[in-house]
């Protein structure tokens, strides 16, 4: 670039006009921020594990298509929902500087962008791999927008236990695109989900709840106090390890799952108790960090779990004991 070309971007630039390229890349990066990247690896994760234990085959070209539109559809919901939250996302410190409240997007284009992604990959996982699995994307979907985001939200503080559901359906979504069925197997990858989401959420609410507060979002510890939100993030949590065991029953787990989800569900109960007797946010926040991990753990050690190595050095270490029994 010459001297003059460079001088006339620098006026511009302290004008308020960006350089060729910047805004544009302003831009992607703030719609790519309105599908809450973050969030949609969890979801994409999850889909993934059921997709990968789901009995029977799938094409791969079939189950990355599958992959992308739960992700898509993920990201859709995250959309719509902070197109609708904007005026409390603009109150909250946490959110405050999202693209909408902070005028980067145009509420109406952040709806129009998260409508035209959820009917594309509702269509998309319809006519390439089934419909079944396309009725739960839209299910998941309507559930986070319409039930929890519009209904739940704003009017009850049981918003995450109820609306914690739309987060629970990824890995039987993945599930149905290779089997075509919603089975036993599926539901109970649903129930772990939807019973990790209360403490993971509470744990959050915690110390975000002068946040809720000034945003009138009736969360637990807002309308019950922190000393009953502590007690049932305990309870759940108790209900979700001995929930976590319950693929090896099924035969979707074997040992290697079952050795680490007693050791996580353990460290998961003791961080709960450590919220439960505690009296600042460092254990809530502590419990909301090792939330995610633990369900990234879980779901990648269940994928790890059946991968034909390991499958092989289970049947391998059985048949040495076998074979030392006989002995």
Known sequence: MSETSATIVEQGLSRGFPAAGVGSRARVKDFIQLLKPRVMTLVVFSGVAGLYVAPGEIHPFLAAVAVLCIAVGAGASGAINMWYDRDIDAIMGRTRARPIPSGRVAASEALAFGVTLSLFAIMLMGLAVNWLAASLLALASGFYVFVYTIWLKRRTPQNIVIGGAAGAFPPMIGWAAVTGSVDPEAIVLFLII??????????????????????????????????????????????????????????????????????????????????????????????????????????????????????????????????????
């Not at 059946?306 to 030392?324: C, K, M, N, Q």
């Open 194 to 327: 939807f019973m990790w989401t209360p403490p993971h959420f509470w744990a959050l609410a915690l110390y975000r709840d002068s946040d809720y507060a000034k945003a009138g979002v009736p969360m637990l510890p807002v309308v019950a106090g922190r000393e009953a939100t502590k007690r049932q993030i305990l309870l759940y949590t108790a209900l979700l390890v001995p929930l976590t065991l319950v693929p090896v029953w099924q035969g979707v787990a074997g040992n290697v799952y079952a050795m680490v989800m007693l050791v996580l569900g353990g460290c998961f109960l003791l961080l709960a108790w450590r919220v439960l007797r505690s009296k600042g946010d460092k254990a809530p926040r502590l419990l909301f960090g090792f939330s995610i991990l633990y369900l990234f753990l879980l779901f990648g050690v269940l994928i790890l779990d059946r991968a034909p190595g390991l499958l092989e050095f289970e049947v391998g270490s059985a048949l040495i004991e076998t074979t030392s029994a006989k002995l």
